[in-house]
């Protein structure tokens, strides 16, 4: 049962997932499991419990208190495959150093390159303090930061991301479905034919808070002259430029999953539309421009064809997101630029996908991880297990 505490006899896989895109990620390796006759059990906690229980997927929530050591002696798995959180104490670098200690394989799957020093720093100052047996992760620009981190290369397998792969896909089928033009006639009914959709996707107003801290003078963006964190900063600019425009267009906030629109209640007056919770792929595929920084859901826009526009607080951010450091995603690091750019964008129908960044993001991720995980536990344990 989704969501159940009851605990579940035997495993091939441990699946564990805190944060949402960790789930989002596990969620889609699960049927190919099942064909493989594996059976995996997927247990989750914070965030994460939230979204895989609206999408009916079944899962074990982790009690407070779980001892992990304990969880891999009952189930006995034959390998555990860990979702990486922002949280320093998370249950999943638990299950990583448990797996360590009674020789079971520890894998962890990487969904993006930011924050690479800290997922398995936990809360000590040592970004592989608690590294897994294994890393798969999306692409080869996040393969070298964890070299560079020290871990060892060939323990890394780049298996681009099953998302990735669903959003091409589902661009393709949409396509068919009647393109952008019947998805915004389904999600935007009462917005005036011709006027253009803006769609901004936050990042979390509160999930840097882990990070080192930066004065605002480090930004690129000042936003209104209050220093209110990285998203608002930039929401601020985004807002401000949007008003200026000769021809102001729809605007929709796109909440992050760890938090809730009414975080933003201060710009009520300015947004048309606030999203959360459910699949936002749609309401960017209807959208004429869809404006973050270096959320995956911006990538995602551009593997469905959508114009998007990265708007950075730094220059050094644009190696973060694949479509930025190709060109697919245009991107803008002050003011001007920003003013300059979205009138632009916002006439354009299409880009194309394909321009520069496909070559990067590897397709057949499931299968992919399926071997790596099929060689690893034919082998038994890796290297660093039963330290």
Not at 61 to 75: C, M, P
Request: aromatic share 6%.
């Amino acid at each position: 049962m989704s969501g159940s505490h009851a605990a579940m006899a035997g495993a091939d896989i441990l699946l564990f997932a805190e944060d949402p895109s960790a789930a989002n990620y596990a969620a889609l390796l699960l049927p190919e499991f099942a064909r493989q006759g594996w059976t995996a059990r997927l247990y989750a906690s914070a965030v994460a419990c939230g979204w895989l229980h609206s999408r009916d997927i079944a899962f074990t929530e982790v009690a407070g208190g779980t001892d992990a050591k304990s969880l891999l002696r009952e189930l006995n798995p034959r390998c555990v495959l860990i979702g990486t959180a922002e949280n320093p104490e998370t249950f999943g670098l638990h299950l990583i150093d448990a797996a360590h200690t009674v020789g079971i394989p520890a894998v962890a799957f990487i969904d993006a390159l930011m924050s690479a020093a800290y997922r398995f720093r936990g809360t000590t100052s040592d970004p592989l303090a608690h590294a897994p047996d294994r890393l798969l992760v999306p692409d080869s620009k996040t393969l070298e930061a964890f070299v560079n981190l020290g871990y060892p290369q060939e323990c890394i397998a780049v298996c681009g991301h099953p998302q990735y792969d669903q959003t091409r896909s589902l661009a393709a089928q949409w396509e068919i479905e009647g393109g952008t033009a019947a998805f915004r006639k389904g999600l935007f009914p009462d917005v005036a034919p011709g006027r253009k959709i803006l769609t901004f996707i936050s990042e979390g107003a509160l999930r840097y808070e882990l990070l080192p801290k930066r004065t605002i003078g480090e930004y690129g963006f000042a936003g209104r002259g209050v220093d209110k964190g990285r998203t608002k900063i930039i929401l601020e600019e985004v807002l401000d430029a949007v008003a200026g425009m000769v021809e102001r267009p729809y605007v929709v906030f796109r909440a992050h999953p760890i938090e809730q629109p009414e975080d933003y209640v201060e710009y009520g007056d300015e947004i048309d539309r606030f999203s959360s919770g459910g699949s936002p792929l749609e309401l960017v595929f209807a959208s004429d421009l869809t404006v973050g920084m270096t959320s995956m859901l911006l990538l995602e826009a551009a593997l469905l064809g959508r114009p998007t526009l990265a708007v950075l607080a730094q220059e050094s951010e644009v190696e973060l997101l694949p479509s930025v450091r190709n060109g697919l995603t245009p991107h803008a690091l002050n003011r001007d630029r920003l003013r300059q750019m979205l009138p632009t964008l916002l006439g354009r129908h299409t880009v194309s996908p394909d321009r520069g960044i496909c070559d990067q993001l590897v397709a057949g991720a499931v299968q992919r991880v399926v071997r790596v995980l099929d060689d690893l536990i034919e082998q038994g344990s890796g290297p660093g297990t039963g330290i």
